[in-house]
Every structure is written in structure tokens, then in C-alpha cells.
């Protein structure tokens, strides 16, 4: 029990938190609980728990820190690009070590936020770089001059892909079990759909090549490209609902795990959007053109109202920012391009208007749209799992 003459602080600082998760005495998640619990229930409340708080950067700071990570990163790769020129997996191998050991003082003991992002990014660039050149010395591939030799090259492409992508996948997740920075959960992501297409384009391959399945004429290409386009949608929708999973399972935004949810969120938008926006507005293609379906129309509405009644759902606005930014980057793309054809006011741009004022429309009454959409349409028992309403 303290006494007057205790001189003990009456509480735990943010550098002896820091100190013991870096020394293994806890972990990450028991030192973020222990900062809620020291901020107490009421800073809830009181912090306008209208706002949602996206750890991306740790203060001024970890902005400084990050103009040194950068520095120092560029000055060690041109070093390794001198010395050891001609070698460049030696160099990728190099900068791979070089990033990490400058995570265990920047992540590991610091917890610095945007330039630990820079350092797995660094790392996932630089292992990237590093399998594909081992791949290649290893099975040495070359580009092929027939179709006799693209044919022939089926096993070595096959282990070469599987080798890449799951070793991607294998030292993301090492580095995240080390470090816990949230962004990697998308380069897994990112490496997981490309495993889903490869392995998809490698039975088509294998069909066609049997016999099995018949090869598509020219003629076919653009219904193929849009047969192909529900590849990504698929994926887009297995990354959403995992990031939806994860936001459901830290309802109060305090854990790493809700922000993997957004970068989640992040790979996710451009694979639901992307593929319906091509086929509700069209595309030319080299050997033809995907004609608009209004089925896809249709599709990409059913989307966009879908992802703002998620997003109301699980209090997660940044849901909506990466999937929205998205389709009016294709949106502003697409009335620039097809401006020149047109005459009066093109049906797309009134999307955008519409879309615009919902979004300024949803900003500023957030909550009280969330509490009369979501709590007259979902039952006690689903709304209790859910995160509370704010007002």
C-alpha cells in the first residue's frame, strides 16, 4: 500500500510501458490495453467519440523520424549500389537485413508508427526483389521464343510462382510477428490474391493445353476479359469481409488489429470497384471492346449503398474512404476521357454529385444517421455485438 512518503509515481509512464514490451515482459496488446485502462471510460466520452482515430502517424516526432528513415535508407542503398555494383541480390538481400535491424530500435523499442510503415515496406520491397532473383539463378527461367518453350516452361513457372508468393506471404507474417505494423496485413493480402490468380491461371493452362477446356478466339476476348473481371471481385470480397471480421473483433478501435482492418480496406477498394466500374461504363479493349451492362450498374450500386450500411454498421468510416476515393478517382477519370464525346451534363458526373453530398452529408451527422439507420434496422441482438452508439 503507498504511503505519504511513497515517492512512487501513481502511475505506469509511457516510457516504462514502451521499456517492457521491448524487454518481452508484455506484449503488445496487454500494453495497449493498459493505456485504456489509464486513460479510464470517460476519455471516451469526452474525446468526441464521434471522431475515429486512424494511427497512422505517431506525432511530430515520428514525422521526424521518418525524414531520417528515408535519408538513411536512400544513402545505405546508393553504398550498396556502389560497392557491391553487378550484384544486385546481394543488394536486395543487404537492404532486407538493413531494415530490419533498424525496426528492432525504430518499431521494436520506439513503437514509431509512419516509419515503421516505411521499414516493412522497405523490407517487403527488398524481399520481394530477393526471392525473384533467387528463383531465377535457382530454376534458371528465361523469357521464352515459341509457344513450344512457354509450354515446356510449365513446371519451372509453376514452383517459381508458388516459391515467390508464398515466401512473400512467409516473411510478411515473420516480420509482423516481430514487429505488429499493421500495413503488412495488405502486402499478405496483395500476395495472397496474386497466388489466387496464379493458381487460377495455371488451370486454365493446364485446361487448355489437355485439351479440355477450348482455347478463346480473338473474337472472344473482350466477354473472356469480362468473365476474368469476377476473379478480383471475388478476392475483393474475401479481403473485405476478413476486414470486417477484424473490426468486429476490436469494437473500440484500441488494438492493432483495427488498424490491419483498414489497410484491409485499402487492397479491397480497387478489387470490388475496379472490375464493376469496367463493366457498368465499358472498355476498349486492343481486340475489342467490353460493351456497359447495366447489370454491372446495377452491381456497383448495390456495392456502394452496401459498403455505407457496413460502414454505419461497425462505426468504421475509413471503411468508406478508400473504397470511395477509389471510385471517384475512376469517376473524375472517366468524365475527363469521354468529356470530348459528350453533350450536356454527363450521367456520370450527377453520380458524382450525388455520391459528394452523401459523403459531406454522412461527415457531419455521422452518428445520429448511424443510431436511425442502423438501430431501426437491426434487431438488440445483433446490435449488441456491435460497437455502442456515441450519441
Request: charged share 15%; aromatic share 10%; glycine share 8%.
Amino acid at each position: 500500500m503507498a504511503t505519504a512518503n511513497d515517492t512512487r509515481p501513481a502511475s505506469i509512464s509511457l516510457e516504462t510501458l514502451d521499456a517492457a514490451f521491448a524487454s518481452g515482459v508484455i506484449s503488445l496488446d496487454q500494453r495497449e490495453r493498459l493505456l485504456a485502462m489509464e486513460a479510464g471510460p470517460e476519455s471516451v466520452a469526452t474525446a468526441e467519440g464521434d471522431e475515429e482515430n486512424l494511427r497512422l502517424i505517431g506525432g511530430g516526432n515520428d514525422l521526424f523520424v521518418t525524414v531520417g528513415t528515408v535519408l538513411l535508407t536512400a544513402g545505405f542503398y546508393f553504398v550498396l549500389n556502389t560497392m557491391l555494383a553487378g550484384r544486385p541480390l546481394w543488394i536486395a538481400a543487404a537492404l532486407a537485413a538493413f531494415a530490419w535491424l533498424v525496426a528492432e530500435v525504430v518499431t521494436r523499442q520506439h513503437r514509431m508508427k509512419l516509419s515503421s510503415t516505411v521499414l516493412a515496406l522497405v523490407f517487403a520491397a527488398s524481399g520481394t526483389v530477393l526471392l525473384v532473383l533467387l528463383v531465377q539463378a535457382t530454376l534458371d527461367i528465361q523469357l521464352p521464343d515459341s509457344l513450344w518453350e512457354l509450354i515446356a516452361m510449365r513446371g519451372p513457372v509453376s514452383q517459381a510462382g508458388y516459391a515467390v508468393l508464398g515466401g512473400i506471404i512467409l516473411a510478411a507474417v515473420l516480420y509482423f510477428w516481430r514487429f505488429r505494423v499493421p500495413i503488412l496485413a495488405g502486402v499478405v493480402a496483395i500476395a495472397a490474391t496474386l497466388l489466387a490468380f496464379f493458381q487460377t491461371a495455371l488451370f486454365l493452362y493446364d485446361g487448355v493445353t489437355s485439351g479440355t477446356v477450348a482455347p478463346p478466339s480473338l473474337q472472344d476476348g473482350p466477354e473472356l476479359v469480362r468473365a476474368a473481371l469476377y476473379m478480383p471481385l471475388v478476392c475483393g470480397l474475401i479481403i473485405f469481409a476478413t476486414a470486417v471480421a477484424l473490426d468486429l473483433h476490436d469494437r473500440e478501435r484500441r488494438t492493432i488489429w483495427s488498424d490491419c482492418a483498414f489497410w484491409l480496406h485499402v487492397v479491397s477498394a480497387p478489387m470490388l470497384v475496379h472490375p464493376l466500374f469496367i463493366m457498368a461504363t465499358g472498355q476498349d479493349l486492343a481486340f475489342g471492346r467490353i460493351e456497359p451492362g447495366a447489370d454491372a450498374t446495377v452491381m456497383l450500386a448495390i456495392l456502394i449503398i452496401g459498403f455505407v450500411y457496413v460502414a454505419l454498421a461497425i462505426d468504421r468510416r475509413s471503411l468508406l474512404v478508400p473504397t470511395l476515393a477509389y471510385f471517384g478517382t475512376l469517376g473524375i477519370y472517366y468524365l475527363v476521357n469521354s468529356a470530348a464525346n459528350t453533350t450536356g451534363v454527363p450521367p456520370f458526373a450527377l453520380i458524382l454529385l450525388v455520391v459528394g453530398a452523401l459523403v459531406i452529408l454522412f461527415g457531419a451527422g455521422w452518428q445520429r444517421i448511424r443510431r436511425l439507420i442502423i438501430g431501426s434496422t437491426l434487431p438488440t441482438s445483433v446490435l449488441s455485438k456491435l460497437p455502442p452508439f456515441r450519441i
